[in-house]
């Protein structure tokens, strides 16, 4: 079955303790794209990546980091995380060998907490 | 990006056909209009796509005006799983290069017993 999947699903943990979201895709897709959703300010890109080793800023990436070494994970890494960083977030992949390049595919989605 | 309203909420009763409109008056002529769905913080899911042509697949169909100014959603028959945010998001196809969607703040669709 063709998925994204992200883990975990929730957590919660404390202002400077560094975490990661993992986040995997079978469906060989070269794009991958993180973002957050916040009520009344909608899903936003965090980072995206067009493929192994190429990855680069969407629209809200401070207190973010992303890396690419595989084509089908791209984990997300909260250095220091901070309470503003409190959020839903997804990952989504797509593949731009199709003709409507944005069809993407989602994960469930990770309810992050900082306190 | 062309810009795309939508209503902030509709109903619809069980069982009928659920018509979800959307504006996009700046389109240009190489954007796809897409819409996906949320339901209750689940990921995004996609329905459909479409340029100029009307679309119909297993879930939905997708009627785009002749002037391509507007688009509407159809549901045919809603049930209450249906109930979740739509959102209609006109993109340029070469917007694949960051892979991102721009996400407005989408139609409430309620479906009622």
């Known amino acids: 079955e063709a998925q994204v999947t992200q883990n975990p699903r929730y957590l919660i943990t404390v202002t400077g303790k560094k975490l990661t979201v993992t986040c995997s895709q079978n469906m060989n897709h070269e794009y991958m794209s993180w973002y957050r959703q916040d009520p009344g300010l909608g899903l936003r890109q965090i980072y995206y990546?067009?493929?192994?080793?190429?990855?680069d800023k969407g629209d809200v990436p401070e207190g973010y980091k992303v890396s690419r070494k595989e084509k089908r994970n791209f984990p997300l890494i909260l250095e220091s995380p901070s309470p503003n960083q409190t959020s839903l977030y997804f990952c989504a992949s797509s593949s731009p060998r199709r003709l409507a390049k944005n069809i993407q595919y989602f994960g469930a989605g990770t309810r992050l907490s900082v306190l | 990006d062309a810009k795309t309203t939508q209503p902030t909420s509709m109903d619809c009763a069980e069982g009928r056909a659920a018509n979800l409109p959307c504006n996009h008056s700046t389109i240009s002529g190489n954007e796809y209009v897409y819409w996906y769905r949320q339901i209750h913080s689940q990921g995004p899911q996609y329905i459909i796509h479409g340029l100029k042509n009307n679309e119909t697949n297993e879930m939905a169909s997708l009627i785009i005006t002749e002037d391509r100014k507007s688009s509407t959603l159809i549901l045919p028959h809603a049930t209450l799983r249906d109930t979740a945010v739509y959102y209609c998001?006109?993109?340029?196809?070469?917007?694949?290069?960051?892979?991102?969607?721009?996400f407005g703040q989408g139609t409430t669709l309620q479906v009622k017993p």
């Open positions: 990546s067009m493929n192994v080793e190429v990855t």
């Open positions: 998001i006109a993109d340029p196809d070469g917007s694949g290069n960051t892979g991102k969607l721009i």
